[in-house]
């Protein structure tokens, strides 16, 4: 009997969505292993058999028999994880609308399920049995902007990547990498290293940079702002960041600027205010106040964590929001920044984040926004808010199974399949993926230093959907803690660089940006799973090819086998039929037709 308990279907993202103005995404999940064949039943709402097409009054006589007009469609079978199956179909609705249900078949039994239940035969007496698209309207489509799915992503922490002109380094600077990094610390880097450093950047394939916070503020890694409108004088002026934008953009490289608005620095001018005047104070309700007078120890107010010094800025205030929107506006239309990434993104109201996206989306149609949230995200990623979140869940599968090796070939397959199918494809295509940030150790750290386990996590991250990013000096072979050690600064020197790990990490970037299977212009399949060698196949099949990307976690040379010849992307050499890996290594095979 098929386990009805567990098939499960909503009709809303990501379960169903339009994918663009013309395609709806429908998916399902059922029992792992318990169905044989998924077929969608499907049709336009409107639509009746022909013989009686005359008969359309919705007065429903039960002595006459309507015959609602469908079509099936068969799922695939997209992958599994511990516990499901997750099918998926994606259909074209001619009219635009288009009601469905889903026949599910084992050898032994057939059932239909439908927005109302279970049936043992296909109900045609009316459509309104089955769930609904009502209508592909298109200003409900998902529009993230293209150019986001063909960019690589380059997180610099702008104190700690070059210091290009030190007459503008903050008093007490110390001198380049001369210790270690500390909460307090400033090494002077600034906008003038970056430009004297595009070279590199384009030379290693990246087309997109996320720079975290650049605005007035007293630390060294600016979350605390003092003023949104101003940039911190430590990293140059407004004549230097523009110079930077136009080289940056000149080079191919879009700008992905940081601002928290959740939070401000206890020194920002309306907290003062508001510690200086109490309740009198005009900004008195631009924070969260529990009580007068201010104290700060313990603080009688909303904050950040428990930072005293970061107090919860109000976003449902018409003026904060107003003057937060101001921001959002301003450093796209003056400086024409690409997009934001928002900190703290989970902790601000809703409403707050539309009027965002509509105020920047506006100055820029094609801007990207990105939330910072760990957690599951589905309610930032309906299209009115966010484009994509900084994908942390995929961030901890990837570094457990290659780094840290503390789980399973299997484990890691099913940790990446519930993630895609945990949002609409076309948020896939466009999600912030990462292996480290400032906010983590760095990979390599997690690896426990093996530059082997490090060229596999690279590897698979590149050859991931989505839009991957590389956190600043990973490429080099940069090592650290939890922050702030995570936050050195970068390694100029080409003797103490892992120059063969920045040779391989340049080649993925060149080879995913030559083959878009390797991105998001393909599916992405497990195939062939073995816990006990630690391996697995990843199978990306599109129009421009199939693909076939090796993994071998395994201590162990592999050997893989496949159907016709392929030639290995990373040398250049051909194989027919199999192939040997050896341990803790990894390869990309394109399939040669014929």
Same mark, same amino acid.
């Given at each position: 009997?098929?386990?009805? *308990?567990?098939v499960?279907?909503?009709?809303?993202?990501?379960?169903?969505?339009k994918y663009?103005?013309?395609?709806? @995404?429908?998916?399902?999940?059922?029992?792992?292993?318990?169905?044989?064949?998924i077929?969608?039943? @499907?049709?336009?709402?409107?639509?009746?058999?022909?013989?009686?097409?005359e008969?359309?009054?919705?007065?429903?006589?039960?002595?006459?028999?309507?015959?609602?007009?469908?079509? *099936?469609? /068969?799922?695939?079978?997209?992958?599994?994880?511990?516990?499901?199956?997750?099918?998926?179909?994606?259909?074209? /609705?001619?009219?635009?609308?288009?009601?469905y249900?889903?026949?599910?078949?084992?050898?032994?039994?057939?059932?239909?399920?439908?927005?109302?239940?279970?049936?043992?035969?296909?109900?045609?007496?009316?459509?309104?049995?089955?769930?609904?698209? /009502?209508?592909? =309207?298109?200003?409900?489509?998902?529009d993230? #902007?293209?150019w986001?799915?063909?960019?690589?992503?380059?997180q610099i922490?702008?104190?700690?990547?070059?210091?290009?002109?030190?007459t503008?380094?903050?008093?007490?600077?110390?001198?380049w990498?001369?210790?270690?990094?500390?909460?307090? =610390?400033?090494?002077?880097?600034?906008?003038?290293?970056?430009?004297?450093?595009?070279?590199?950047?384009?030379?290693?394939?990246?087309?997109?940079?996320?720079?975290?916070?650049?605005?007035?503020?007293?630390?060294?890694h600016?979350?605390?702002?003092?003023?949104? +409108?101003?940039?911190?004088?430590?990293?140059?002026?407004?004549?230097?960041?523009r110079?930077?934008?136009?080289?940056?953009?000149?080079?191919?490289?879009?700008?992905?600027?940081?601002?928290? &608005?959740?939070?401000?620095?206890?020194?920002?001018?309306?907290?003062?205010?508001?510690?200086?005047?109490?309740?009198?104070?005009?900004?008195?309700?631009?924070?969260?106040?529990?009580s007068? #007078?201010?104290?700060?120890?313990?603080?009688?107010?909303?904050? &950040?964590?428990?930072?005293?010094?970061?107090?919860?800025?109000?976003?449902? =205030?018409?003026?904060?929001?107003?003057?937060? %929107?101001?921001?959002?506006?301003?450093?796209?239309?003056?400086?024409?920044i690409?997009?934001?990434?928002?900190?703290?993104?989970?902790?601000?109201?809703?409403?707050?984040?539309?009027?965002?996206?509509?105020?920047?989306?506006?100055?820029?149609?094609?801007?990207?926004?990105?939330?910072?949230?760990w957690?599951?995200?589905?309610?930032? %990623?309906?299209?009115?808010?966010?484009?994509a979140?900084m994908?942390?869940?995929?961030t901890?599968?990837?570094?457990? &199974?290659?780094?840290?090796r503390?789980?399973?070939?299997?484990?890691?397959?099913?940790?990446?399949v519930? =993630?895609l199918?945990?949002?609409?494809?076309?948020?896939?295509?466009?999600m912030?993926?990462?292996?480290?940030?400032?906010?983590t150790?760095?990979?390599?750290?997690?690896?426990?230093?093996?530059?082997?386990?490090?060229?596999l996590? %690279?590897?698979?991250?590149?050859?991931?959907?989505?839009s #991957?990013?590389?956190?600043?000096?990973?490429?080099?072979?940069?090592?650290?803690?939890?922050? /702030?050690?995570?936050?050195?600064?970068?390694?100029?020197?080409?003797?103490k *660089?892992?120059?063969?790990?920045?040779?391989?990490?340049?080649?993925?970037?060149?080879?995913?940006?030559?083959h878009?299977? +390797?991105?998001?212009?393909?599916?992405?399949v497990?195939?062939?799973?073995?816990?006990?060698?630690? *391996?697995?196949?990843i199978?990306?099949?599109?129009?421009?090819?199939?693909?076939?990307?090796?993994?071998?976690?395994?201590?162990?040379?592999?050997?893989?086998?496949?159907?016709?010849?392929?030639?290995?992307?990373?040398d250049?050499?051909?194989?027919?039929?199999e192939?040997?890996?050896?341990?803790?290594?990894?390869?990309?095979?394109?399939?040669?037709?014929?």
């Amino acid at each position: 009997m098929i386990n009805k *308990q567990a098939v499960f279907h909503r009709a809303m993202s990501p379960y169903v969505y339009k994918y663009d103005q013309e395609t709806v @995404h429908i998916r399902l999940t059922t029992a792992k292993g318990d169905v044989d064949r998924i077929r969608l039943i @499907h049709g336009d709402p409107y639509e009746w058999d022909a013989e009686r097409e005359e008969d359309r009054d919705w007065n429903f006589d039960p002595d006459k028999e309507k015959f609602w007009k469908t079509q *099936q469609t /068969p799922m695939i079978r997209t992958g599994a994880d511990a516990t499901h199956d997750y099918w998926f179909v994606a259909i074209k /609705p001619s009219r635009r609308r288009v009601r469905y249900g889903f026949e599910l078949s084992t050898a032994e039994e057939t059932a239909i399920y439908t927005e109302r239940g279970w049936y043992d035969e296909i109900p045609l007496d009316h459509p309104g049995y089955y769930f609904a698209v /009502p209508y592909i =309207n298109a200003v409900d489509v998902f529009d993230a #902007p293209a150019w986001v799915k063909e960019t690589v992503w380059y997180q610099i922490f702008p104190d700690r990547f070059a210091n290009g002109d030190v007459t503008n380094d903050r008093q007490g600077t110390v001198p380049w990498a001369s210790e270690a990094p500390a909460y307090e =610390n400033h090494f002077g880097g600034d906008f003038q290293g970056v430009i004297d450093n595009i070279g590199y950047l384009k030379n290693l394939g990246i087309n997109g940079i996320y720079f975290c916070p650049v605005f007035a503020a007293p630390s060294n890694h600016k979350y605390d702002t003092l003023d949104y +409108l101003k940039l911190d004088p430590a990293f140059g002026t407004e004549e230097k960041f523009r110079e930077m934008v136009e080289l940056l953009h000149a080079n191919g490289i879009r700008v992905l600027l940081d601002a928290v &608005f959740n939070h401000v620095s206890v020194d920002h001018p309306t907290f003062q205010d508001v510690i200086k005047r109490g309740a009198d104070s005009e900004y008195a309700d631009w924070f969260m106040i529990d009580s007068f #007078p201010i104290e700060m120890d313990p603080p009688n107010y909303e904050v &950040f964590a428990f930072e005293a010094n970061m107090p919860k800025l109000n976003t449902a =205030n018409a003026d904060v929001k107003a003057y937060l %929107l101001k921001v959002g506006r301003y450093w796209v239309e003056e400086f024409g920044i690409d997009g934001w990434r928002l900190d703290v993104a989970s902790e601000v109201d809703h409403a707050f984040w539309r009027d965002f996206r509509k105020e920047v989306r506006m100055a820029n149609p094609e801007a990207y926004i990105v939330g910072e949230c760990w957690t599951d995200s589905q309610e930032w %990623l309906f299209g009115d808010q966010f484009d994509a979140v900084m994908n942390y869940g995929l961030t901890e599968a990837f570094l457990t &199974f290659f780094a840290t090796r503390e789980t399973t070939a299997s484990e890691f397959s099913d940790a990446v399949v519930r =993630n895609l199918n945990g949002n609409a494809m076309n948020v896939n295509e466009v999600m912030f993926n990462l292996v480290g940030s400032h906010d983590t150790p760095r990979a390599l750290t997690r690896a426990g230093g093996d530059k082997e386990r490090m060229r596999l996590l %690279l590897l698979s991250l590149l050859t991931f959907t989505g839009s #991957p990013v590389i956190y600043y000096g990973d490429e080099i072979g940069m090592t650290g803690g939890q922050d /702030p050690a995570n936050r050195k600064c970068m390694e100029w020197d080409q003797e103490k *660089q892992d120059t063969e790990l920045l040779s391989y990490v340049t080649e993925l970037i060149a080879l995913r940006k030559a083959h878009p299977a +390797l991105a998001n212009e393909a599916s992405y399949v497990f195939e062939q799973i073995d816990d006990e060698k630690n *391996q697995f196949v990843i199978r990306r099949s599109s129009p421009h090819g199939d693909y076939l990307i090796l993994i071998n976690n395994g201590e162990k040379e592999a050997r893989f086998e496949f159907s016709g010849r392929a030639v290995n992307l990373l040398d250049g050499t051909e194989w027919a039929g199999e192939i040997n890996v050896g341990p803790i290594h990894g390869t990309i095979l394109q399939i040669k037709n014929g």
